[in-house]
């Protein structure tokens, strides 16, 4: 018996009898450790499924092996030198993809390219059948390949990768394009060459397959020992590596017809229906299982950006469905029903929604709130609250609207209270002056204010103050505090270029005086009405001390401001 032979029944072997051992002692660790040539990370059961499993990657391995130890074929022709290190270069590349290996990806990646790259100069050379125009092409793509490959491995444990993720991912998928048409080149070219059987040719179609099943398994269990033993099953490269290495003792003939069988061909078109189900509407894949974020990425609605999924976990309400494009309202519904780590498709979130729109119209009641059932029936919803077919942009006008005619009714308002303000000295007459209506409804006081100057801190001075009088002041302001009252108080202001004469005190509660500093030579008084009446510039004479009289009785105050150089 040979030994590719011998190896192969030993394998066979060692996996019945560690399957059974398996039941035997109620853990698959011994057919884990027989099959798939390393420990297992976590502690498994003897699972039917996981031992069924391990069964059928014991009988891929013995497979195989078959194929790889058989060895080099005895020479039929004379081999030149390119083809012999070719195959020397094929064989150590199986050796090294067979050996388990502990070290860093990076130093993995950088070997499997030592022996990758001079394989594939060769494989141009060796090859016939083909023009140089495809040589070329097959060298130049291949070559392109690797040094993406080894870019991708110098970024997977850099910081930058986060920085640069879409780059990172647009060179990954390069990668991937890249591996797919040299592939698709090399079978080509064996194909013209004659040398390699119809079965190699297969079993180099099928590695496209076997990826793609691997990825199939991964969708559906979502990690754990499955998707482990599925990624060990994906050994149809390394058959054809060994089986090209093994038939490069044949001499090149007439390129062989290449013969999918009707299996082969039925199965690739079933396979992808099984990952991509019925389509509810248009520009929706429907998939079984939704995780969070990370699950929309891989089976949620199609199209959707980066950019997108930011908006859409950014919403802290649903959006009006005035401001969403029409062909966007069910991925807008989505966003706003669906949270992390809850298991629901798509699909039936939206047939929840639709069916709690047939009963919104029936005039059922429903748990959703109507301003996310808008999104999906709005004609529906609309009928009973209109205000949630209205865009932002219509809402913020109505709220400025609103805003516009309360402030016309307090300015109406206002201008009736200033009309009946009268000059409670009108015998002291000047052009510089003002009334105006002023409401205390929060206790707050009313200013006069350089109109130049910083004062943050004079005002934290009067209100550091143990008491406030009437009238207080600190360097470039002064603050009147009149009584807390529900009715307007009249306020007016003079200012004048000299000391004005004294006014009786009869019929005023309290006379009071204070300096103020104006370094500009602007004194203002704040907007007191919001009729907006402006006083004027208080300071007559220009930059310096000036002297600021009160008079105040219950709804009427009473300012004189005069220069303080001229009060002696």
Known sequence: MRIHRSAAFASLVVTLGSIILSLVIGTATPAWLVTMWYP??????????????????????????????????????????????????????????????????????????????????????????????????????????????????????????????????????????????????????????????????????GTFASGFLVELVDTLTRGGPIESIAEAMDVLYIVWLARTAHELNREPRAKAPLRVPTAVAAAAAVLPLMVVGPEGRPHL????????????????LMGRQDDEFAECWAWSKPPRVADIPAHKRDWAYLCSVTKPGRHVSDQALLGRGRDACARFAAGEPVKARPALL????????????????????????????????????????????????RDPWP??????????????????????????????????????????????????????????????????????????????????????????????GRLVMETLSASKVRFPDLARSGPGLYRLRLYTRPGVDLILIYPARRAA
Do not use: H
């Open 40 to 205: 297992p990370g976590e502690s498994i059961g003897r699972s039917p499924l996981v031992l069924g499993g391990l069964l059928l990657l014991g009988l891929v391995n013995s497979w195989m092996l078959w194929q790889v130890l058989r060895g080099p074929a005895p020479t039929a022709v004379p081999m030149g030198r390119a083809a012999t290190w070719l195959r020397l270069l094929l064989y150590a590349d199986v050796v090294w993809l067979l050996i388990p290996s502990f070290l860093p990806d990076l130093v993995e990646t950088v070997i499997g390219l030592a022996l990758w790259v001079p394989a594939l100069v060769l494989f141009t050379v060796v090859l016939t059948g083909s023009g140089w125009p495809f040589r070329l092409a097959l060298l130049l793509i291949g070559l392109v390949e690797p040094a993406i490959s080894l870019a991708n491995s110098l970024a997977d444990d850099s910081e930058l990768r986060f920085f640069v993720s879409s780059a990172y991912r647009a060179t990954a998928m390069a990668a991937v394009v890249t591996t797919f048409v040299v592939m698709v080149l090399l079978l080509l070219a064996q194909r013209r060459d004659g040398r390699w059987s119809r079965v190699t040719l297969l079993i180099g179609a």
């Open 285 to 300: 894949t429907y998939t079984w299982q939704s995780d969070g974020l990370m699950g929309w990425q891989g089976d949620g």
């Open 374 to 421: 808008a999104l999906l029936c709005p004609e529906v919803v609309g009928r009973k609250y209109p205000d949630l077919l209205l865009s932002s942009a219509q809402i913020e006008q109505q709220r400025a609207e609103k805003e516009n005619i309360v402030r016309e009714r307090l300015a109406r308002e206002a201008r009736e209270e200033d009309a009946r303000c």
């Open 427 to 520: 015998a002291l007459r000047t052009r510089f002056q003002a009334t105006a209506s002023y409401y205390d409804w929060d206790a707050q006081p009313y200013g006069i204010y350089d109109a130049e100057a910083d004062t943050e801190e004079d005002s934290t001075a009067i209100w550091s103050a143990e008491r406030a009088d009437t009238l207080a002041t600190s360097g470039q302001l002064a603050l009147i505090f009149t009584p807390s009252q529900d009715w307007a108080t009249c306020v007016t202001a003079k200012a004048l270029r000299s000391v004005p004469p004294p006014l009786r005190r009869k019929g005023w509660d309290a006379v009071v005086e204070a300096d103020i500093v104006s370094e500009s």
